[in-house]
């Protein structure tokens, strides 16, 4: 018997307006687990609003939320009993955690910083 996993490719590292966002390659997670995936970010988290995204393959970007400068966040209602958004201050590292994934949830995610 195969056991069933789901892939998650994560966007590589990019810089918009020189700034830079750095996520692992890939992950692979599977059915029923949970995933934390961290983005290194080169702007200070307390001045920039950073947002999480996916997109599974063949379909539309999928807002799944974002961190405020302040530390607030908002959710896509559909996916905020899914996934939080956290952050560390002092390494500039924007977390996303999701929960139970399934295979529905197989896509690339990626992190980027919203403009002011």
């Known amino acids: 018997m195969f056991s069933t996993s789901l892939l998650l490719l994560l966007a590589a590292a990019s810089c918009v307006h020189c700034y830079e966002l750095t996520q692992p390659a890939s992950m692979v997670v599977r059915p029923g687990q949970s995933l934390t995936i961290d983005c290194k ?33 908002a959710y896509s209602d559909k ?6 958004i956290s952050r560390n201050t002092g390494t500039n590292t924007v977390t996303l955690q999701g929960q139970n ?11 980027a910083r919203l403009p002011q």
């Open 79 to 84: 996916l905020k009993n899914k996934f939080s």
């Open 41 to 73: 970010v080169s702007y200070s988290v307390t001045s920039y609003y950073t947002a999480w995204i996916r997109q599974p393959a063949g379909k539309a970007l999928e807002w799944i939320g974002y961190i405020r400068s302040g530390g607030s966040t």
């Open 101 to 111: 994934l399934q295979t529905e949830d197989t896509a690339v995610y990626y992190c």
